[in-house]
């Protein structure tokens, strides 16, 4: 949603949120609250407070055909008082666009932006090469303040293979790296402790999202303790290794690009 209206030159005050990460970077004048599935459930004051606080004039929620629908919560958050406006991406990122124009009062730039969002999807959408590669996805999330980090497998079945592991004809290798017990960050998406799993995977390909710094120097420090498991994996031995636009349901105006550069680094 943020993604739409930043495309319009519509910036929030508040946001709330998470699963584009680094988020603080996309969006460094934004206070950041909470994470959608938090205000949903128990930390619903945490949204009403900041309403207050910072005098936002509306609220704008999501309807998707995610579950929970971050829409479902809009009759009660009006009961409370607040003004909310409701974008839909039930309908596709074309009506998305025309519906935030009306909620920011731009429908002539939202109707550029939708004309300009179709053609760039058709090019990134055309002649798809099915490339039968094998790839591991990672995601690095790190945190300057703190001086964290984290890595995260981006797992099967998720949306990196819908958007675009499925379109190019390649194979999210990241099962045998995945642990049952790990608790799973967001949808689609686990937290990697070790590299434990990987010559099983076997990938062809090791894709780094996200801040690729944090997935670089995972895999060096792979490398330096098993030079003789590294040399067997393709993706390390041939150094496929690329840093690549992260892909997920939060920043849809970034998807054709992001796959046109997907296309381009799994065909080398």
């Given at each position: 949603m943020a993604d739409v209206a930043r495309a319009l030159g519509c910036y929030p005050t508040a946001m709330?949120?998470?699963?584009?990460?680094?988020?603080?970077?996309?969006f460094p004048f934004a206070r950041q609250l909470e994470c959608v599935l938090c205000v949903m459930g128990s930390k619903r004051k945490i949204l009403l407070h900041a309403y207050k606080k910072m005098q936002i004039e509306y609220v704008v929620i999501e309807n998707t055909k995610d579950s929970p629908n971050p829409a479902s919560i809009a009759p009660e958050?009006?009961?409370?008082?607040?003004?909310?406006?409701?974008?839909?991406?039930?309908?596709?990122?074309?009506?998305?666009?025309?519906?935030a124009g009306r909620i920011f009062n731009m429908p002539k730039k939202a109707e550029k932006v939708a004309s300009d969002y179709k053609v760039s999807l058709e090019?990134?959408?055309a002649n798809l090469p099915q490339l039968g590669k094998r790839v591991v996805t990672l995601l690095g999330i790190s945190n300057p303040q703190r001086s964290d980090s984290f890595l995260l497998a981006e797992t099967p079945g998720g949306y990196i293979d819908s958007a675009v592991l499925g379109p190019l004809g390649c194979i999210n290798a990241a099962g045998p790296m995945l642990s049952s017990t790990e608790e799973t960050v967001m949808d689609g998406i686990q937290l990697l402790r070790s590299f434990t799993g990987l010559?099983?995977?076997?990938?062809d390909v090791i894709a780094?999202?996200?801040?690729?710094?944090?997935?670089?120097?995972?895999?060096?420090?792979?490398?330096?303790?098993?030079?003789?498991?590294a040399a067997t994996?393709?993706?390390l031995k041939n150094?496929?290794?690329?840093?690549?636009?992260?892909?997920?349901?939060?920043?849809p105006m970034e998807y054709p690009q992001a796959l046109a550069l997907w296309k381009q680094a799994l065909s080398g």
């Open positions: 709330i949120g998470g699963q584009i990460p680094m988020i603080e970077k996309e958050l009006e009961a409370q008082g607040l003004k909310v406006a409701v974008l839909d991406f039930t309908r596709g990122m074309e009506q998305a666009i025309h519906d090019q990134s959408l010559e099983e995977a076997n990938p780094l999202t996200g801040d690729p710094l944090v997935g670089q120097r995972a895999l060096r420090s792979f490398v330096q303790k098993h030079p003789e498991t994996i393709p993706a150094l496929e290794i690329y840093a690549l636009p992260h892909c997920c349901s939060a920043n």
